[in-house]
C-alpha cells in the first residue's frame, strides 16, 4: 500500500508542476561572457532533475562496482559455510543411521569452512571410534581441541566416553584423572568415574568417591542406595582383618545397616574372622525386624559361646514361622550343637516334611549315624543324591 501512496503523489506533483508550468512558463537567464543561455523556467528544473537522475545512477554504478569484489568474496564464502553446515547436518543423521563411513566422510568434508568445527571433529571421532581407529580418533580429537580454545573439558569428556564404550579402561582412567584435575566438581565426569571404578572393580577408589558423590547429589535415591550397598559390601568381602572389617561397617550409614544383604555380608566376614559372637548378635537384632531366611541360616552356622540361649532365642521365632524350613533346619543345627539329638531329629524332618532338600537330608544322614542308624542314615543320603541328580 505504500507505494501506492508514493505513486500518486508523485502523480499529484507532476500534475501540479505542469499546470504551473501552462499557466506561467517562467524565464531563467544565465549570461557568462561571452555565452548567454535562455531557457523556460520548466525546462530549466526538468534539466536540474534529469542531471541529478544521472548523477545519483552514476554514483551508485561507481560504488556497486567498487564494492563487487568484496561481495562477491562475501557470496563465495557464505556458500562454503552453507555447503559445510549441509555436511555437518546429514553427517549427523548418517552417524544416528550407524552409516560410520558415510558420517566420517561427510563430518570432514568441508570442515575449515564449518562455523563450529569442534561438533565436526567430535562427531568424527565418534564414527572413527565405532570403526576401531583409535588413531583417527585421536587426530579428530586434537584438532578438535585446536579449532576451539577453551574446550579442553568437552574434548576430553568426549574422549573418556568413547574409551570406556569400548573397554579402554586404563586409556579411559588417565583421561578422567586429568578431567579430575581441572574440572573436580564435574558431573558427568564424577558419573563416568563411578562407571569406570565399577567396570575395573576398583572398591577403595570408589569408596573414596563417595563423599562427593553424596555431596554433589548426583544419583537419585534408588541409584544411590544401590551404589552404596555394592561398595560397602565389596569393601567388607576384600577385607583382610576383623578391625578392617568393623571399620567399613562403622562407615556404613544407618538406614542401610538394615539391608538384609549388607548385613548377611557383615555377619558372614565376621564368622570368617571368628568373631562369633557379634555375629549373633548382629544377625538376632536384623531377624527382630526384618526376617530373611538366609539370615536364618547365616544364623545358625556362627557358632556362638551360649549355644543355649543361642537356641533358645531360635525357639521363639518359631511362634511365627512356625511353618519356614530354613528355620526348622536351623533349629535342627542348632539342637545338635547342643546334643539336643531328638529334638535335632524332629526338626530336620519336620523341615523335610515342608520342603525336601538335599543339605537337610544329609544333616540328617550325619545326625542319624552319630545315633548308630545307619539303614535311616543310608536312605537319607540316597534321596539326597537322588535330589542333586536331579538338579
Not at 564435574?186 to 567396570?199: A, D, F, M, Q
Amino acid at each position: 500500500m505504500k507505494w501506492l501512496f508514493k505513486v500518486l503523489l508523485v502523480v499529484l506533483l507532476g500534475v501540479a508542476i505542469t499546470l504551473l508550468a501552462i499557466e506561467d512558463t517562467g524565464y531563467v537567464l544565465i549570461s557568462r561572457a561571452p555565452w548567454v543561455i535562455e531557457l523556460s523556467l520548466t525546462l530549466f528544473v526538468l534539466l536540474i532533475l534529469l542531471s541529478f537522475i544521472v548523477l545519483y545512477a552514476l554514483f551508485r554504478f561507481i560504488t556497486n562496482t567498487w564494492g563487487i569484489g568484496q561481495r562477491m568474496r562475501d557470496w563465495q564464502e557464505q556458500r562454503r559455510h552453507n555447503t559445510a553446515r549441509q555436511n555437518l547436518n546429514k553427517g549427523l543423521l548418517e552417524l544416528a543411521q550407524r552409516n560410520w563411513v558415510k558420517a566420517e566422510k561427510l563430518l570432514t568434508r568441508h570442515v575449515k569452512d564449518s562455523e563450529s568445527p569442534l561438533l565436526n571433529y567430535l562427531a568424527a571421532a565418534s564414527a572413527a571410534q565405532e570403526q576401531d581407529a583409535d588413531k583417527r580418533r585421536d587426530e579428530y580429537l586434537s584438532l578438535a581441541h585446536e579449532s576451539m580454545p577453551g574446550s579442553d573439558v568437552a574434548v576430553a569428556l568426549t574422549q573418556a566416553d568413547l574409551q570406556l564404550r569400548h573397554g579402554q579402561l586404563e586409556q579411559a582412567l588417565a583421561t578422567l584423572m586429568h578431567l579430575r584435575s581441572i574440572a573436580p566438581k564435574h558431573p558427568y565426569v564424577l558419573k563416568l568415574l563411578v562407571r569406570l571404578y565399577g567396570e575395573l572393580q576398583d572398591w577403595k577408589s570408589l569408596y573414596e568417591l563417595l563423599p562427593v558423590l553424596r555431596k554433589q547429589k548426583l544419583l537419585v535415591d534408588n541409584e544411590w542406595v544401590r551404589l552404596e550397598q555394592q561398595v560397602f559390601s565389596h569393601m567388607m568381602e576384600k577385607a583382610d582383618s576383623l578391625q578392617a572389617v568393623q571399620a567399613c561397617w562403622s562407615d556404613v550409614p544407618k538406614k542401610l545397616r538394615v539391608n538384609n544383604d549388607l548385613v548377611e555380608q557383615y555377619a558372614t566376614c565376621l564368622i570368617a574372622f571368628s568373631a562369633h559372637d557379634e555375629a549373633v548378635d548382629v544377625l538376632r537384632k536384623q531377624l527382630g525386624k526384618h526376617w530373611h531366611p538366609q539370615l536364618v541360616s547365616l544364623y545358625a552356622r556362627a557358632e556362638g559361646q551360649d549355644s543355649a540361649r543361642q537356641l533358645a532365642w531360635a525357639e521363639a521365632w518359631q511362634a511365627d514361622h512356625s511353618d519356614d524350613p530354613v528355620l526348622l533346619e536351623s533349629l535342627g543345627r542348632l539342637a545338635v550343637r547342643n546334643e539336643l539329638w531328638g529334638k535335632a531329629q524332629a526338626w530336620f524332618e519336620a523341615s523335610l516334611g515342608i520342603r525336601p532338600h538335599p543339605v537337610t537330608y544329609r544333616v540328617l544322614g550325619e545326625l542319624l549315624e552319630q545315633l548308630e542308624k545307619p539303614a535311616q542314615a543310608a536312605e537319607c543320603y540316597r534321596k539326597g543324591l537322588l535330589m542333586t541328580a536331579e538338579v
